[in-house]
RNA sequence: GGCGCUAUCGUCUAGGGGUUAGGACGGAAGAUUCUCAAUCUUCAAACCCGGGUUCGAUUCCCGGUAGCGCUACCA
C-alpha cells in the first residue's frame, strides 16, 4: 500500500479521558496503543478531555492524568477541553434535530426508572414524547418546560435513512446499524435493541455520546482506539455520526484490563495497584510499564517480549490486539503496605534495569536515596550502582539492597548471622580479628582484597567462604550483599 | 431480563483441520559463584462442556456454560 504522502490522509487518533478519577493502568493502556498506532503510521497523536460531567470532575484528577502521562514520557501533539466546546455539541445536536432526527422528551428524568430495564426487557423510549407533534414540541419548549433531546433511533419507518452508504440497513429482515470494528470485526445490531438514548440533557448539557462524537467529528478522528466497554455504545456512535452527515471514523476496541478475581479495576475494590502513580511511586521505569501494559492485549507474534519504545512502535498494529480481557496479575495486598505487583512487570523492570548504563541508572537512583535522608555524592552513587544493579528489580530496592553504604552506624543485626557456614563462633571471632589485622595493611582494590583474604584464609585453616561470611556480615549488617571485595573497594577504609 | 463480546498452562500469549500444542513470567530441581543476585540447564503445567461437519477437530459451525460489557438526562 502506497504511503499517503498528504497530511489529510495520516491517522488521527485520540486519548479521550475523563477525569473522574485518578489516571488507571487501562487508560494508560489506551493512551499507549493510540500512541503507538500514531507514531507507527506518523499521524497525529490528540489529548482531549472528556469533561461533559461537571458533577464528577475534580481538578484532581485532571492533576493525576497529567501527573501519569508526564512520567510515561509519551508525548500528543493536539490538545483540546470538551467543556470549552460546547457550542460545537449544541450546533450537532441542533442538527440532528432539525433533520427529524432527534426529539424533546418532556418526561422528568429518572422517572419510573425501575420500569426501564429488569425483568420487563429493553427500554426503548418514553411512551408517547416520539411521537409529539413538533408544534406541540415547540410550543412547550418556548414556554420553557426542561426537556432532554433524545435520538430518534429508527424503527422501520423512518426514510431519511435511506441514502447510501448507510450504516443502517436490513439483515435477516431486521433494520439493522452495522460498522467493521478493526479489532473484533463485523457489528450487527438491530436498531429494536438500541434505546433512544439521550443527546442533550434538560440543563443543555451534552452526553458523552453526542460530545464525543461531535469532537471526533470536528477533530476528524480517523481512527477511535478504546476500551471495549463502548463495543455497544458504537452502535449509537455511529447513528449519531450518520445523522449528522459524517462518515463514521474506523474503530477499533481493545479488550479491558481486569483483576486477577475477574472484574474491572477499581481502586474501591483493588487497591492503589491500579493507579498509574503507584507503579511511579514504586520505582518502575516507565519503559518498562509501557513495555509490560502492551504485552497486556497485544502481541507482536513472534514471542519477542521485552521491547524498546522503538521497537513497539514499529512491531505495533491494530492486527495484533486480541479479544480477551487480561489479567493484571496483582496480588491483594494482605498488609496495607505490601504492593505485590504483577510478577511479569517486576521481571520486565529488573530487565529493563539490567539494561540500563550505570550512568542512567545512577541517576534515577540518586534523588529516591536522597529523599530517603542520605546525603550521599553522585560519585559515590555511581560507584555503588553497578554493585547492586543486578540485585534490585525496583528502582526503590536501592534502599534495601544498599542501604550499608549510605549510614555511618549499622542497624543491629543478630551476631550469629557471623558465623559461617559449618563454623562456630569462635571460628567468626578468629576471623574478624585476623580481618580486623590485616585489613589496614592492604590496599582496598580488588585484587589485593582478594588476595590477602584467601591467604588469610588458608593461614587459618578455614575455606574462603568461611573467611568472607563474618566479615561480609559485619560490613553490611546481613548475609546476603553484593560481592565482597567490590564492596569494601567502595566503602574504602 | 434484553443485547453484545470473549473462552489455549496459575498469569500474559503463539498457533492452527493431522503439531511431542510453542514462548514468557511465576514455581520446582540442578550447575556456577565468597553469600545473594545475575547467568545457564532441566522439569511440572493448558486447548471450558456437548453436539455436528470431516478420514481426522483444540482449530470450522451450532448449542450450552461461565466471565465481562452495554442496557442513565455517567463516561
Known amino acids: 500500500m502506497p504511503e499517503a504522502t498528504s497530511s489529510a490522509d495520516k491517522p488521527r487518533v485520540r486519548f479521550a479521558p475523563s477525569p473522574t478519577g485518578f489516571l488507571h493502568v487501562g487508560s494508560a493502556r489506551t493512551f499507549i496503543f493510540n500512541w503507538l498506532y500514531a507514531r507507527h503510521t506518523g499521524g497525529t497523536m490528540i489529548l482531549r478531555l472528556d469533561d461533559t460531567d461537571v458533577e464528577r470532575n475534580t481538578d484532581a484528577s485532571v492533576t493525576s492524568i497529567f501527573e501519569g502521562l508526564k512520567w510515561l514520557a509519551l508525548d500528543w501533539d493536539e490538545e ?85 452508504p448507510s450504516a443502517v440497513r436490513f439483515a435477516e429482515g431486521k433494520l439493522c446499524v452495522h460498522f467493521d470494528d ?63 452527515g459524517y462518515t463514521p471514523p474506523q474503530f477499533a476496541h481493545l479488550p479491558l484490563l481486569v483483576a486477577p478475581d475477574g472484574t474491572k479495576l477499581s481502586k474501591r475494590r483493588h487497591g492503589p495497584v491500579v ?22 492485549g497485544w502481541s507482536p507474534k513472534n514471542d519477542r517480549e521485552q521491547m524498546s ?46 539494561g540500563l548504563p550505570v550512568e542512567d541508572l545512577s541517576q534515577r537512583l540518586l534523588p529516591i536515596v536522597r529523599e530517603a535522608g542520605f546525603n550521599i555524592s553522585p560519585e559515590k552513587m555511581l560507584q555503588i550502582t553497578p554493585l547492586i544493579r543486578e540485585r534490585i528489580k525496583l528502582l526503590c530496592d536501592v534502599l534495601t539492597a544498599a542501604d550499608f553504604f549510605f549510614v555511618n552506624q549499622l542497624p543491629p543485626y543478630d551476631p550469629a548471622e557471623l558465623i559461617p557456614q559449618k563454623g562456630d563462633s569462635a571460628m567468626a571471632l578468629k576471623v574478624l580479628q585476623k580481618a580486623q589485622a590485616i585489613l589496614p595493611k592492604v590496599d582496598f582494590q580488588h585484587d589485593p582484597l582478594d588476595q590477602a583474604l584467601r591467604a588469610a584464609a588458608l593461614e587459618l585453616g578455614i575455606k574462603a567462604g568461611q573467611m568472607f561470611q563474618p566479615i561480609r556480615v559485619a560490613v553490611c549488617g546481613r548475609k546476603n550483599a553484593p560481592p565482597l571485595f567490590e564492596t569494601l573497594a567502595v566503602l574504602g577504609k
Not at 492486527?319 to 505485590?340: D, L, M, S
Open 309 to 354: 519504545l522503538l521497537e513497539l512502535t514499529d512491531a505495533f498494529s491494530l492486527e495484533g490486539i486480541n479479544r480477551a480481557n487480561a489479567v493484571v496479575n496483582f496480588k491483594e495486598p494482605a498488609t496495607t503496605q505490601e504492593e505485590t505487583f504483577d510478577p511479569k512487570a517486576v521481571w520486565l523492570n529488573a530487565e529493563t534495569i539490567r
Open 182 to 244: 478493526a479489532v473484533y470485526g463485523k457489528q450487527v445490531k438491530a436498531t429494536a435493541d438500541i434505546e433512544d438514548f439521550a443527546l442533550l440533557r434538560s440543563d443543555g448539557m451534552p452526553t458523552y455520546h453526542l460530545a464525543s462524537c461531535a469532537d471526533d467529528a470536528d477533530l476528524r478522528i480517523s481512527h477511535i482506539i478504546r476500551g471495549q466497554d463502548h463495543l455497544s455504545n458504537t452502535f449509537k456512535h455511529v447513528l449519531i455520526f450518520e445523522a449528522a
Open 275 to 296: 493507579s498509574v502513580t503507584t507503579y511511579r511511586d514504586a520505582g518502575f521505569l516507565p519503559q518498562a510499564f509501557i513495555n509490560f501494559l502492551c504485552l497486556l
Open 80 to 164: 483540546y477541553k470538551q467543556s470549552n466546546r460546547g457550542a460545537l455539541h449544541r450546533q450537532m445536536a441542533e442538527t440532528i434535530f432539525q433533520k427529524g432526527l432527534a426529539y424533546r422528551d418532556f418526561t422528568p428524568a429518572h422517572a419510573g426508572d425501575s420500569e426501564k430495564s429488569g425483568a420487563q426487557g429493553t427500554w426503548l423510549f418514553n411512551p408517547g414524547v416520539r411521537e409529539m407533534s413538533r408544534q406541540e414540541s415547540d410550543r412547550r419548549a418556548v414556554a420553557g418546560e426542561p426537556f432532554a433531546l433524545r435520538f430518534r433511533v429508527p424503527r422501520g419507518d423512518e426514510s431519511m435513512w435511506g441514502q447510501p
